[in-house]
């Protein structure tokens, strides 16, 4: 089954990656965008969607610092 | 002896054995080994271990090297990790905390000046509380973060080890944070380049006193 995970920037922590690109926004014209967070998208066939979440916590997301969610790509999750 | 554990893309190991030799013997262990017998305190050094793909230090706390690391630390054996090693001890769970990209996203290369708090463990005990230490940092996620309410609890038990002084934080970490060490203070990480400050001709050699502790678990053991 394929999976997405998406993985953020936990809420409160600063994200300059985020900070700089909105701040670049408005030289490039576009206006009223606020709020940018930069995350990472990981993509990968499982076979069992099951152990999604224990290998999120341990290797694709520090759960100090980023939360995640697994989308399955049947829509559920 | 001490070991100074080598992944792929590690690229101050070198300069770790070099620094450890000014006060006692050394060998690279590399990072397959997963026997650490004969091995009185370890060194995880910087570089970009597994090309820092993912997060800096994510990959390589999976290393047979790093599982044996963990079992010497719970032993109390000593443990220093600098720069990309205190990636990797965070993020194995060795050290609170986590290290993010600098704030000003550049990679930051200069001269510190960093201050010692009161802390405990061989470390601690080579390094008196209130002295300042001139050590370069090189590295670009080297703002380490915890939350609020941890970085009180660390600094009541005495687990801040280093701070930067006042104007010389490069990367944005809270409360000027740069070392912290374990609960048992055996073991201890920070982002400056201890290393690097060995010999007064490249401008300090206030590093060696981390080494020195080091060493001194290797002549009493």
């Known amino acids: 089954m394929k999976a997405k995970v998406l993985i ?13 690109v ?3 926004l408005p030289a490039l014209g576009f206006e009223g965008v606020s709020d ?11 076979d069992d ?4 979440d224990s290998l999120c916590e341990k290797l694709l997301a520090n759960p100090l610092i980023e939360d995640f969610e697994v989308q399955l790509e049947d829509g559920k999750g | 002896m001490i070991g100074v554990v080598q992944f792929p893309g590690s690229c101050d190991e070198r300069d770790a054995v070099a620094a450890c030799e000014r006060v006692g013997e050394a060998r690279l262990l590399w990072h397959e080994e997963s026997d650490l017998s004969g091995l009185d305190a370890i060194v995880i050094p910087g570089g970009f ?3 820092d793909y993912l997060r800096a230090g994510a990959i390589a706390r999976f290393s047979p090297a790093m599982e044996a690391v963990a079992r010497f630390a719970a032993d109390g054996g000593p443990v220093l990790g600098i720069c990309n090693g205190f990636q990797v001890l965070c993020e194995a769970g060795l050290l609170p905390g986590a290290l993010l ?13 960093l201050v010692a708090e009161d802390f405990g463990g061989p470390f601690g005990a080579e390094i008196p509380a209130g002295s300042t230490l001139s050590i370069p940092v090189k590295h670009m996620s080297g703002r380490w973060f915890a939350p609020d ?4 609890r660390l600094e009541s038990s005495g687990q801040i080890a280093f701070r930067y002084a006042e104007g010389h934080n490069p990367n944005g970490s809270v409360r000027d944070v740069a070392g912290v060490t374990n609960e048992a203070g055996n073991v201890l990480g920070l982002m400056p380049h201890p290393e690097h400050a060995v010999d007064p001709l490249t401008g300090s050699e206030d590093g060696l006193s981390l080494f020195r502790a080091l060493a001194t678990r290797s002549v009493a053991a």
Not at chain 1, 36 to 46: C, H, Q, Y
Not at chain 2, 149 to 152: A, G, N, S, T, Y
Request: glycine share 10%.
């Open chain 1, 8 to 20: 953020r920037p936990k809420e409160g922590i600063l994200d300059p990656q985020g900070k700089a």
């Open chain 1, 22 to 24: 909105e701040r670049a």
């Open chain 1, 36 to 46: 940018v967070r930069v995350g990472r998208l990981v993509e990968l066939e499982t």
């Open chain 1, 49 to 52: 969607p099951s152990k999604l």
């Open chain 2, 49 to 51: 271990s597994y090309g």
């Open chain 2, 101 to 113: 990209p600098n704030e000003g996203l550049r990679f930051v290369f200069r001269q510190v000046e």
């Open chain 2, 149 to 152: 309410e941890d970085v009180d």
